[in-house]
């Protein structure tokens, strides 16, 4: 069974910078996609970012994200590391939130255990 293994959170300032990196160990039957979650205080768990991966060497990823984050959030993927990253940059307070990474295989779903972000003077 594969694992995801979240790294990266921490306490930032508003206007700051954090790199969260998802580190897959094991593999993933079919995968087709991997993606950030996250769940703020109080609030149910949202689509942050994801991914879609093509079964092809010569597929280029696609990355689709959510309106909050567009243009702040990056998401990318290291084929050879097996990791993905969610790099955020002009945080703000309402970006806290525990942030989870998901990866979605044809017989399986696989959460991380998640990794808190928080945004505060």
């Known amino acids: 069974q594969a694992q995801l293994v979240e790294s990266g959170g921490g306490l930032v300032q508003p206007g700051g910078s954090l790199r969260l990196s998802c580190a897959v160990s094991?593999?993933?039957?079919?995968?087709?996609?991997m993606a950030w979650y996250r769940q703020r205080p109080g609030k149910q768990r949202e689509l942050v970012a994801d991914?879609?991966?093509?079964?092809?060497?010569?597929?280029?990823?696609?990355?689709n994200y959510a309106d909050s984050v567009k243009g702040r959030f990056t998401i990318s993927r290291d084929k050879a590391k097996n990791t993905m990253y969610l790099q955020m940059n002009s945080l703000k307070p309402e970006d806290t939130a525990v942030y989870y990474c998901n990866a979605e295989g044809v017989l399986t779903s696989i959460w991380g255990q998640g990794t808190q972000v928080t945004v505060s003077s």
């Open positions: 094991g593999s993933i039957f079919s995968l087709y996609s």
């Open positions: 991914i879609t991966i093509g079964g092809s060497p010569d597929y280029v990823d696609s990355a």
